[in-house]
Nanobody
Framework: QVQLVESGGGLVQAGGSLRLSCAASGRTFSSYTVGWFRQAPGKEREFVAAITWSGATYYANSVKGRFTISRDNAKNTVYLQMTSLKPEDTAVYYC??????????????????WGQGTQVTVST
């Protein structure tokens, strides 16, 4: 069993930056693919970025070049560094763990464990 806890969300002006953290419990977390997803009001949950146990990464086109996903397996933590934020990035951001995903698995149903989410609001 893996438990995930996100932190780092908040209110930021357009063009600003935030770093989200996803802290995990569970001794096998380092072997999981971890993804970030987001859900805006009235919209479906969408894939943002993912990272495998070996560090391979994959990004949605909408965030490529602005967001960076990374992980520190010694700390059981995955990060999402977000820069050049836009109002359309406003959403609840969730991290999720997958035991058997490859980095290009962008479908939420593929993921086994989910955090509770953290709100990111980008103002104009």
């Amino acid at each position: 069993q893996v438990q995930l806890v996100e932190s780092g969300g908040g209110l930021v002006q357009a063009g600003g930056s935030l770093r989200l953290s996803c802290a995990a419990s569970g001794r096998t977390f380092s072997s999981y693919t971890v993804g970030w997803f987001r859900q805006a009001p009235g919209k479906e949950r969408e894939f943002v970025a993912a990272i495998t146990w070996s560090g391979a990464t994959y990004y949605a086109n909408s965030v490529k070049g602005r967001f960076t996903i990374s992980r520190d397996n010694a700390k059981n933590t995955v990060y999402l560094q977000m820069t050049s934020l836009k109002p359309e990035d406003t959403a609840v951001y969730y991290c999720a763990g997958c035991e058997a995903c490859y980095v290009g698995d962008t479908g939420a149903p593929h993921y086994d464990y989910w955090g509770q989410g953290t709100q990111v609001t980008v103002s104009t």
